[in-house]
């Protein structure tokens, strides 16, 4: 008996020729991947001074969004950009809940409170949800500049990104 291994001509697929439907198709691969939405997951920012409270943030931050906070916040002024301001409006929208002692806090409707809730902004005695209530809220303007800096870092920006070699097909990439 032969250890001979009989390919026929249907068990060979051409690897230039697109196979519609393939699942090992390059392409089909890639559209697949490109076509699911790419979301960061929430992050959590304890307040200091605040012993149990934490902010619950979306890092999912545009290059539109950053321009309007930097423009509201003075950018195109003479005086320049108040990063404490814009550090509030990036706080104020990006908060999707608050925290304390590891839960939601909820109004008693039941909706997650956020610095724009009527109820927090009376706890802070303010109108406004940024910059007032969140410079209320975290009480030291350098705590609020921390915070702003863990959200756009969470949201990627600043991270670094290394070229690698497709060739190679180790752990080392």
Same mark, same amino acid.
């Given at each position: 008996?032969?250890?001979?291994?009989? !390919?026929?001509?249907?068990? !060979?697929?051409?690897?230039?020729?697109?196979?519609?439907?393939?699942?090992?198709?390059?392409?089909?691969?890639?559209?697949?991947?490109?076509?699911?939405?790419?979301?960061?997951?929430?992050?959590?920012?304890?307040?200091?001074?605040?012993?149990?409270?934490?902010?619950?943030?979306?890092?999912? !931050?545009? *290059?539109? *969004?950053?321009?309007?906070?930097?423009?509201?916040?003075?950018?195109?002024?003479?005086?320049?950009?108040?990063?404490?301001?814009?550090?509030?409006?990036?706080?104020?929208?990006?908060?999707?809940? !608050?925290?304390?002692?590891?839960?939601?806090?909820?109004?008693?409707?039941?909706?997650?409170?956020?610095?724009?809730?009527?109820?927090?902004?009376?706890?802070?005695?303010?109108?406004?949800?940024?910059?007032?209530?969140?410079?209320?809220?975290?009480?030291?303007?350098?705590?609020?500049?921390?915070?702003?800096?863990?959200?756009?870092?969470?949201?990627?920006?600043?991270?670094?990104?290394?070229?690698?070699?497709?060739?190679?097909?180790?752990?080392?990439?």
């Amino acid at each position: 008996m032969s250890d001979d291994i009989e !390919i026929s001509n249907d068990d !060979i697929k051409p690897k230039n020729k697109k196979v519609i439907g393939d699942p090992e198709n390059v392409l089909d691969q890639l559209r697949s991947v490109i076509q699911q939405k790419i979301e960061r997951n929430d992050i959590y920012i304890p307040v200091p001074e605040r012993p149990g409270v934490l902010v619950r943030i979306s890092p999912n !931050i545009t *290059q539109t *969004q950053l321009r309007a906070w930097r423009k509201n916040a003075g950018e195109d002024s003479k005086r320049g950009m108040d990063t404490v301001r814009f550090s509030c409006n990036l706080i104020a929208a990006t908060t999707t809940g !608050i925290l304390m002692n590891d839960e939601v806090v909820t109004n008693d409707q039941g909706i997650e409170l956020t610095f724009a809730s009527p109820e927090i902004m009376q706890m802070t005695n303010t109108s406004r949800p940024h910059p007032d209530c969140v410079l209320a809220f975290f009480g030291l303007a350098p705590h609020i500049e921390a915070a702003a800096v863990a959200i756009i870092e969470a949201a990627g920006y600043g991270e670094e990104v290394e070229a690698v070699d497709p060739t190679k097909r180790s752990s080392d990439n």
